[in-house]
């Protein structure tokens, strides 16, 4: 972690995912716990989250995922992060996620799998305890 400044998050909501709600939820626990959030808004791109990162330079990389199409955006976005030189940040995800994908999306890269049943403090303390 910075110690000059919060842990910057980038709480984004993928593709044609309109489901805002639960991220909104999570963006307002992670600024009363202290974190810099920067919320995208709903349907971003791959590239769009992948430009917002590196312009925001974000600690942790959040996606907030209700639709199902997790593992096919995951797919995406993952190596578009990774050229973009951002596998050293933390990937996150949250929402509907059933347990049968959890180790696919932790082979795409994402460490912290949250689904909505999960806790707003786990989630902040797990960003504190895995941030870069």
């Known amino acids: ?33 202290g974190f810099e959030v920067i ?16 312009q925001e330079d974000v600690d942790v990389i959040a996606l907030s995922s209700m639709v199902g199409a997790h593992l096919p955006f995951g797919a995406r976005l993952a190596p578009l992060l990774r050229e973009a030189g ?4 933390l990937w996150i995800i949250g929402g ?3 347990a049968q994908d959890h180790e696919a999306l932790r082979a795409l890269g994402f460490r912290g799998i949250f689904p909505t049943s999960s806790r707003l403090d786990a989630i902040c303390d797990f960003i504190r305890e895995n941030a870069p």
């Open 1 to 33: 972690m910075n110690a000059r400044r919060p842990i910057r998050v980038l709480v984004a909501k993928p593709g044609l995912d309109g489901h805002d709600q639960g991220a909104k939820v999570v963006v307002h626990a992670l600024r009363d716990a």
């Open 86 to 89: 951002l596998d050293d940040k």
């Open 96 to 98: 509907n996620l059933p």
């Open 39 to 54: 919320y995208t808004g709903l349907r971003q791109t791959p590239e769009a989250i992948t430009r917002i990162a590196l």
